[in-house]
C-alpha cells in the first residue's frame, strides 16, 4: 500500500511560481508512474502532468504546457510539480497519484493523496 503525501500548496500571485512535493512511502516508489491532478471549484478533477515509470517520458495538458514541469527524486521518493507563470485559472486543490502506467485518465491510478490547496491571485 503506497502513501502519498503532498505539500507546497498556497497562496501565490498571478504570474509567480510554486513547487509541489508528492513524498511517497509503503511502497517500490521507483516502479510507478506517477501524475498530477487538479480539481477547481465545481468543476470536474482534471488531468496536468504524468511521469512515465523511469521518468523518461513526461505528459502535460495543453492548459499547463511550457509552464509546468513534473519530476521525481527516486533517492527522497519524492515526485515535484514545478509551476511557473501561475493564472487565476491554476487555483485548484492538486493531488498527486500512482499507478502502473503514466495515463491521463484518473481511474488509471491506485493511489492518491489527500490533496494541497494552490491559489492564485491578481
Known amino acids: 500500500q503506497v502513501q502519498l503525501v503532498e505539500s507546497g500548496g498556497g497562496l501565490v500571485q498571478a504570474g509567480g511560481s510554486l513547487r509541489l512535493s508528492c513524498a511517497a512511502s509503503?511502497?517500490?516508489?521507483?516502479?510507478?508512474?506517477m501524475a498530477w491532478f487538479r480539481q477547481a471549484p465545481g468543476k470536474e478533477r482534471e488531468f496536468v502532468s504524468a511521469?512515465?515509470?523511469?521518468?523518461?517520458?513526461?505528459y502535460y495538458s495543453d492548459s499547463v504546457k511550457g509552464r509546468f514541469t513534473i519530476s521525481r527524486d527516486i533517492a527522497k521518493n519524492t515526485a515535484y510539480l514545478q509551476m511557473n507563470s501561475l493564472k487565476l485559472e491554476d487555483t485548484a486543490v492538486y493531488y498527486c497519484a500512482a499507478g502502473r502506467f503514466a495515463r491521463k485518465a484518473a481511474p488509471f491510478y491506485d493511489y492518491w493523496g489527500q490533496g494541497t490547496q494552490v491559489t492564485v491571485s491578481s
Open positions: 511521469s512515465s515509470v523511469s521518468g523518461g517520458s513526461t
Open positions: 509503503g511502497g517500490t516508489f521507483s516502479s510507478y508512474a
